[in-house]
């Protein structure tokens, strides 16, 4: 999973051979050796098709990258789970927690990951903090939190997950998509594309189904 942002140019997406998708790895540093990590090419870059990045305020900001081969689990690559059931309600001030390579207090960007606890807040209280100029990048289906303790998503973080957990369980329900400067806010704030959509659940469903029948065929 990535935000639709990070694979196209303007309307159009980029070619699978343009990308490829480092896991279990500590280091920004893509060709850094590293014993955790797997290095894998992509098969398919896929966009909903009506994604049509900032003409329509960047709303179904969500991309999927359909990995060329297999990958083994490790204790440094682990999944999270998808609620394509749509069981998982979120309530104003639950924590979840979001990893990342981004811009940081003290460099452009992270060379190593750093992860952060972020607070979910409700449609009302983002309406208030993102203020009238940003106020258009909250589309239907974006959600807000802020970060604990000043820390937030930026530069460098967009399309990475946001993670919650039950009964010990990872699932990820949103995806970076949009962050605003610290002076732009009184409280920073980081919107994402929430996975728990019912567009986007469908649209999960209808493609992990077409590139599983696609693996079976060829």
């Given at each position: 999973l990535t935000a639709a942002h990070c694979v196209t140019n303007g309307?159009?997406?980029?070619?699978?051979?343009?990308?490829?998708?480092?896991?279990?790895?500590?280091?920004?540093?893509?060709?850094?050796?590293?014993?955790?990590?797997?290095?894998?090419?992509?098969?398919?870059?896929?966009?909903?098709?009506?994604?049509?990045?900032?003409?329509?305020?960047?709303?179904?900001?969500?991309?999927?990258?359909?990995?060329?081969?297999?990958?083994?689990?490790?204790?440094?690559?682990?999944?999270?789970?998808?609620?394509?059931?749509?069981?998982?309600?979120?309530?104003?001030?639950?924590?979840?927690?979001?990893?990342?390579?981004?811009?940081?207090?003290?460099?452009?960007?992270?060379?190593?990951?750093?992860?952060?606890?972020?607070?979910?807040?409700?449609?009302?209280?983002?309406?208030?903090?993102?203020?009238?100029s940003n106020v258009r990048f909250l589309t239907h289906d974006k959600f807000c939190v802020i970060g604990a303790s000043g820390s937030k998503a930026d530069h460098g973080d967009s399309g990475g997950g946001l993670t919650f957990t039950r009964n010990g369980v990872h699932f990820v329900l949103g995806i970076v998509s949009s962050t605003f400067p610290k002076n732009d806010l009184d409280q920073p704030v980081v919107l994402f594309t929430n996975l728990a959509n019912n567009e986007h659940r469908y649209w999960l469903i209808a493609e992990r189904r077409r590139l599983t029948l696609r693996r079976t065929i060829y």
């Open positions: 309307r159009s997406k980029i070619g699978p051979e343009e990308v490829q998708v480092g896991l279990g790895k500590v280091y920004r540093d893509y060709y850094r050796q590293e014993p955790t990590a797997a290095l894998v090419k992509v098969r398919e870059v896929v966009v909903p098709q009506r994604y049509a990045g900032p003409v329509h305020n960047y709303d179904l900001d969500v991309a999927l990258l359909d990995l060329a081969t297999g990958v083994a689990l490790s204790p440094a690559i682990r999944p999270a789970c998808l609620d394509l059931g749509g069981r998982f309600n979120l309530r104003h001030g639950v924590n979840g927690y979001m990893a990342g390579w981004g811009k940081t207090e003290i460099a452009s960007a992270s060379e190593e990951l750093q992860w952060a606890r972020q607070h979910y807040i409700g449609y009302e209280s983002c309406l208030e903090k993102v203020g009238s």
